[in-house]
């Protein structure tokens, strides 16, 4: 159980492109979804927190207006890169949970974006 | 301010055991997870304390002591796939999680 399906899992794409990656949990209601950066060698870092139906809560130095975050379901998460620039590359993980706020979090598999 | 304290990289013996302590200051505490990631891949979900003592999971333990700010994960007859990074990350009073670097295991033959 609590399998998270992330996609895609890699993008290649030319500067100034905008790239959209879905979060899904696919056997549990998940009423809260991260999304978190990873850079090599880095712990993970936090980007912004969602609840079904309302808007995002960015971390501090997250820029809400280039990575749009919608919560529309209790199972669909979807992050966009608005014009993405090659300092955007970077690994980028969803997770969810489902129940109380002690529950683990479930990650999808990430997504590797290049920036060229 | 919040810390995460492991050491970085170990090394341990295919069949051998190997412990890995975290030990960590949060602005209140609601339990600490404790993940694998494998190099290039997502973390996985390992184990959840919230009382002190010891739970075990099949070849792995994770035990708190939650007076003493610390916990340490139990990996018992190692095998080369357990090579990977392990996070200890506190749950503070936000129930936000707390992640640090992670302890990178390397397992020889």
């Known amino acids: 159980g609590a399998v998270v399906s992330q996609h895609p899992s890699w993008v290649i794409c030319k500067s100034g492109t905008s790239v959209k990656i879905e979060c899904r949990s696919l056997?549990?209601?998940?009423?809260?979804m991260f999304w978190y950066r990873q850079f090599p060698k880095q712990s993970l870092m936090l980007m912004a927190t969602?609840?079904?139906?309302?808007?995002?809560?960015?971390e501090q130095g997250v820029e809400k207006d280039k990575f749009l975050i919608n919560h529309a379901s209790l199972t669909l998460s979807t992050l966009t890169v608005t014009s993405a620039h090659p300092e955007d590359s970077s690994f980028y993980i969803c997770?969810?949970?489902?129940?109380?706020?002690?529950?683990?979090?479930?990650f999808g598999d990430g997504t590797r974006l290049s920036i060229l | 301010g919040q810390n995460i304290d492991q050491p970085t990289e170990m090394t341990a013996t295919e069949g051998a055991i190997v412990q890995i302590n975290c030990t960590y200051q949060?602005?209140?505490?609601?339990?600490l997870f404790w993940y694998q990631q494998h190099a290039g891949e997502a973390p996985t979900f390992l184990s959840y304390?919230?009382l002190d003592g010891l739970e075990e999971k099949g070849r792995f333990s994770s035990f708190l002591s939650r007076s003493k700010g610390y916990s340490y994960l139990l990996l018992k007859e190692l095998q080369m796939k357990d090579s990977a990074s392990y996070l200890c990350?506190?749950?503070?009073?936000?129930?936000?999680?707390?992640w640090g670097a992670g302890t990178k295991l390397i397992i020889k033959p």
């Open positions: 990350a506190p749950l503070d009073s936000n129930y936000q999680l707390i």
């Open positions: 969602s609840n079904e139906g309302s808007k995002a809560t960015y």
């Open positions: 304390n919230v």
């Open positions: 056997d549990f209601q998940a009423t809260t």
């Open positions: 949060t602005s209140g505490f609601n339990g």
């Open positions: 997770s969810a949970r489902g129940g109380g706020e002690n529950q683990p979090q479930h």
